[in-house]
């Protein structure tokens, strides 16, 4: 019954996404036999994301013929949303969770930028974010799958973010207590000014429109062992296309 209802719960959000920010996607003609280790970048939140929901309305499109294991913040958890999410095939971003769902034959969904990503200032809202973490291009090379980028543009918008806050974070030790090392200063709506709190609960988007794109698949070169020249690969495909959605959204 909760299964249920937190599924329900997750359709009726992501046609939320899908109408009120009347959301458009680009798919790609096939994607790889085999599981699929998706990357996608992050809009604005952390557990209220946007860009999340657009991801998984791209998912969707995609008729999967397999599950999706999504590697969410471990901060879902401390706040005991953890639980209802694990009813939806998430799991907190761990290797080990990664490494166990591939082994399984499922695809899995990582946002490698984290917080980093998820709360940077409004001047860099279309910037791909990954902070030189290239963990999920050695998980990609170790298990042999391919990566498929998911990028989405527009949710940076959705709100006015005057700084990420990483300053604010290593001074209260947040990276140590909660695993965050930013704490945005924001304005939203209802909130208004705000430093945090808009990261972690619901706020009211402006209505923008989100462009996503699934990118054709991407495999480290034969031989390859070097995963942070994977990473910089895939994050510079990415970063291309968020750039050229980043032009057509505005």
């Known amino acids: 019954m909760i299964q249920t209802v937190i599924e329900d719960l997750r359709r009726l959000a992501i046609e939320a996404v899908r109408h009120y920010h009347r959301l458009e996607i680009d798919l790609p003609d096939e994607l790889p036999d085999g599981p699929v280790l998706f990357v996608a970048n992050h809009g604005f939140g952390s557990l209220f994301d946007p860009n999340v929901l ?3 309305a791209a998912l969707d499109d995609l008729d999967l013929d397999r599950p999706v294991t999504t590697l969410v913040h471990q901060i879902a958890w401390t706040v005991g949303l953890g639980p209802l999410l694990e009813q939806l095939g998430c799991r907190p971003a761990s290797r080990s969770a990664a490494q166990e769902a591939l082994v399984a034959g499922r695809h899995v969904l990582v946002f490698p930028g984290g917080d980093l990503d998820a709360f940077k200032a409004h001047k860099d809202k279309d910037r791909i974010v990954f902070g030189g973490r290239s963990g999920f291009a050695r998980l990609a090379i170790e298990h042999d799958v391919p990566i498929v ?31 965050l090392k930013a ?22 988007p402006v209505p923008v429109r989100l462009r996503t794109r699934v ?36």
Not at 183 to 204: E, R
Not at 218 to 235: I, L
């Open 183 to 204: 704490l945005p200063v924001s304005l939203t709506i209802p909130w208004g000014l705000n430093v945090g709190l808009a990261g972690f609960l619901p706020y009211l």
């Open 215 to 250: 990118l054709p698949a991407q495999r480290a070169h034969v031989g390859e062992v070097d995963a942070p020249e994977f990473a910089r690969r895939v994050e510079e495909a990415m970063q291309a296309a968020l750039d050229e959605l980043a032009v057509r959204r505005g």
């Open 54 to 56: 657009a991801t998984l």
């Open 149 to 179: 980028p998911v990028v989405t543009a527009g949710a940076g918008n959705t709100l006015l973010v005057l700084d990420d806050g990483q300053r604010w974070a290593r001074r209260l030790k947040l990276d140590q207590l909660l695993r």
